[in-house]
């Protein structure tokens, strides 16, 4: 079955630095790479999708890419603040299948 | 237009009792899928069901756990004879016919 790995589990930054973490799939066939940010007991929010038809997404100051050919796709937080501080899932999945979660990155960003 | 909504968002059982939870997902959403948080790790599926079917059921435990999606009202995921392992949180996501899925505040269920 699809399995994603996710890269670094945790990641200090300085305020105003850049943050990247990254994931790869194993299932060519997923086409949806959704990134969810999750604060302490709270939900997991969906901060930026991308589609296996594009290579690159971007939202102000965060932005997704995606390598399908080496199936591999990267979040970049650019100007990094104090309130990104958060868990960031990365997942996986095909069509309206279900998401297969990556396993974590706690990020901290120091003022 | 409501999210997700989930309740209860807290819940105790002792070993052995049953536990309910529910689901509605958002209006104009007929997707919705289950998913298992353990203290300190990912989110792990469960089950993923339509109106009044189950779709994929691949990440729940055979024994002791179901889940339905009637045609009237929430989705129910139940937990009969619950053990301490079963502790965690509950999540779940609804998505329209298009892929995003949008999370729940999640039932945070402690057995003890």
């Known amino acids: 079955g699809e399995n994603v790995e996710q890269h670094p589990s945790t990641l200090s930054v300085q305020e105003g630095d850049s943050a990247v973490i990254k994931c790869t799939y194993s299932?060519?066939?997923?086409?949806?790479f959704p990134w969810y940010k999750q604060e302490l007991g709270k939900r997991p929010q969906l901060i930026i999708d991308?589609?296996?038809?594009?290579g690159e997404k971007k939202d102000q100051r965060i932005a997704v890419t995606l390598n399908k050919t080496a199936k591999h796709f990267s979040l970049h937080i650019t100007e990094t603040q104090p309130e990104d501080s958060a868990v960031y899932f990365c997942?996986?999945?095909?069509?309206?299948?279900?998401?297969?979660f990556g396993t974590g990155t706690r990020l901290q960003v120091f003022p | 237009n409501a999210g997700v909504m989930q309740n209860p968002r807290h819940l105790v059982r002792r070993r052995g009792q049953e536990a309910r939870l529910r689901c509605s997902p958002m209006?104009?959403?007929?997707?919705v899928y289950w998913y298992r948080q353990l203290p300190e790790e990912g989110l792990k599926f469960m089950v993923y069901?339509?109106?009044?079917?189950?779709?994929?059921e691949s990440g729940m435990p055979k024994e002791r756990f179901s889940a339905e999606f009637p045609k009237e009202g929430p989705s129910i995921l139940r937990i009969q004879q619950v053990v301490r392992g079963d502790s965690a949180a509950y999540f779940c996501?609804?998505?329209?016919?298009?892929?995003?899925?949008?999370f729940g505040q999640g039932t945070r269920l402690t057995v003890v």
């Open positions: 996501a609804s998505s329209p016919e298009g892929i995003e899925a949008f």
């Open positions: 209006k104009g959403h007929s997707h």
């Open positions: 991308i589609r296996s038809n594009v």
């Open positions: 069901l339509q109106k009044e079917n189950i779709i994929d």
């Open positions: 997942a996986a999945s095909k069509n309206t299948d279900k998401l297969i």
């Open positions: 299932d060519s066939a997923s086409n949806y």
